[in-house]
Nanobody
Framework: QVHLEESGGGSVQAGDSLTLSCAAS????????LAWFRQAPGKERDLVAL??????????MYADSVKGRFTIANDTAKNILYLQMDSLKPEDTAMYIC???????????????????????WGLGTQVTVSS
């Protein structure tokens, strides 16, 4: 059973940086698709960044709103997914949630067709609050 646990959230000022971590356990496949989503109160859960690998090549995808500011990375040795967030803005305020799936294939395309249903495993989230 895959378990995901996020950490690193907090309250910061606009322009600050923050690094989120998601510790993953229970993965047995060389293939993975990992992602960060965020959800603000009363709003839908939106993709922030996605990283997937077939064991040889790694791909990333970012929401337009975070391109150039956020970086997703996966430490396969430690089984920790990171989200480096720079130049934070008040509109980045949300609960940040880690998601994972191990279904072989192109999960970027799967996400475009299935949305959040492309991911089987979810963490509980870590809150990020950015003040102006």
């Amino acid at each position: 059973q895959v378990h995901l646990e996020e950490s690193g959230g907090g309250s910061v000022q606009a322009g600050d940086s923050l690094t989120l971590s998601c510790a993953a356990s229970g993965f047995t496949s060389a293939y993975y698709c990992l992602a960060w989503f965020r959800q603000a109160p009363g709003k839908e859960r939106d993709l922030v960044a996605l990283i997937d690998s077939d064991g040889r090549t790694t791909y990333t995808m970012y929401a337009d709103s975070v391109k150039g500011r956020f970086t997703i990375a996966n430490d396969t040795a430690k089984n920790i997914l990171y989200l480096q967030m720079d130049s934070l803005k008040p509109e980045d305020t949300a609960m940040y949630i880690c998601a994972a799936d191990s279904t072989p294939g192109d999960c970027r395309t799967a996400f475009r067709f299935l949305g959040i249903d492309a991911f089987k495993y979810w963490g509980l989230g870590t809150q990020v609050t950015v003040s102006s």
